[in-house]
């Protein structure tokens, strides 16, 4: 059992509170999921010769006290105008070029240090401890930006550890959650990996988040990527996906994870229990409906 959260802001005025409306929607899931929780925030994007990478140090020996500065300097000849903004033992990294040659060379100064998220977008947090622990850790109350994906973790079928809390990302500027149960999970890495999609866990949120995003990056657009979900993807599953420009959910054919929704003119919000909801202003007001099975739900930023 866990917890999922969604919070897309209609109006720009908005954007400043983004973080102040989504966390009581996290810390209203703490009973579905106590062990871990995170979550990815959607800015305003880089301008396009520019990306951002969402780092985590907690699994180095340094921890909170890494050292991101010998870190900037040992990217210089990758990425010379690289800068970082560090909360806790994360840090968003950003600079001019591609991700990939960054991240690997990242990979070669310390193999560690974990690779959250890449993209002009996307930002990426997520820890051990309950939901309201990693919202003061990083701070997640003052984040701004368009749209959010977050998630509470009760761990079922695999171990507690920071790399298999949600969210779970794959290529640029898309990112997944999951309520629920994959019984094919093997089945899809084996599809994908003599594709040469690399997996980091074990996690079978993961295989479905690399599922979805291969098919992106072949070309389907987003609802054809879901749709191909619904056919590959076996199991209990409430989905809850964000991109650069897109909220998305979608449930399995017989939608035994829960989920409701709340729609006003000034936001979309989305949670595993109407209760994580009921603080947003206009909810008196708001379109409040449970999601069909087996349909796909897509909202523009």
Not at 51 to 57: D, E, G, I, P, V
Not at 87 to 94: D, G, Q
Not at 211 to 218: K, S
Request: aromatic residues 8%; charged residues 25%; proline residues 5%.
């Amino acid at each position: 059992m866990c917890g999922i959260v969604g919070l897309l802001v209609k109006k720009p005025a908005l954007r400043e509170q983004l973080g102040a409306l989504m966390v009581p929607m996290l810390i209203g899931m703490t009973e579905r999921g106590p062990d871990s929780a995170g979550l990815a925030v959607f800015t305003d994007p880089l301008a396009d010769t520019r990306r951002k990478l969402s780092l985590y140090s907690g699994m180095t020996e340094a921890g909170s006290d890494y050292d991101w500065t010998a870190l900037v300097a040992a990217l210089q000849t990758v990425a010379p105008d690289a800068r970082a903004e560090i909360k806790a033992n994360h840090a968003v990294l950003s600079f001019s070029g591609v991700a990939a040659p960054v991240a690997a060379a990242i990979k070669a100064h310390d193999a560690k240090l974990a690779v959250l998220s890449a993209g002009r977008s996307i930002e990426l947090y997520k820890d051990i401890g309950t939901p309201a622990q990693v919202a003061e850790r990083y701070g997640f109350g003052g984040l701004t930006g368009s749209h959010l994906v977050g998630h509470t973790r009760m761990a079922t079928e695999s171990a507690v550890t920071p790399d298999r809390a949600h969210p779970f990302t794959a290529g640029e500027d898309f990112c997944l959650v999951h309520n629920g149960s994959l019984s094919n999970p093997n089945g899809i890495r084996r599809k994908l990996e003599p594709r040469g999609i690399h997996f980091e866990t074990d996690n079978d949120t993961e295989a479905a988040c690399r599922f979805l995003e291969w098919r992106l990056r072949e070309g389907d657009e987003l609802k054809e990527a879901l749709q191909k979900g619904f056919e590959e993807l076996d199991g209990f599953f409430t989905f809850l996906m964000g991109t650069s420009t897109e909220l998305a959910l979608i449930r399995d054919p017989f939608a035994c994870k829960p989920a409701v929704v709340a729609e006003t003119d000034d936001y979309v919000a989305i949670a595993s229990e109407f209760r994580s909801l009921a603080h947003l202003p206009g909810i008196k007001h708001a379109k409040v409906f449970e999601p069909a099975p087996e349909e796909m739900y897509v909202w523009k930023a």
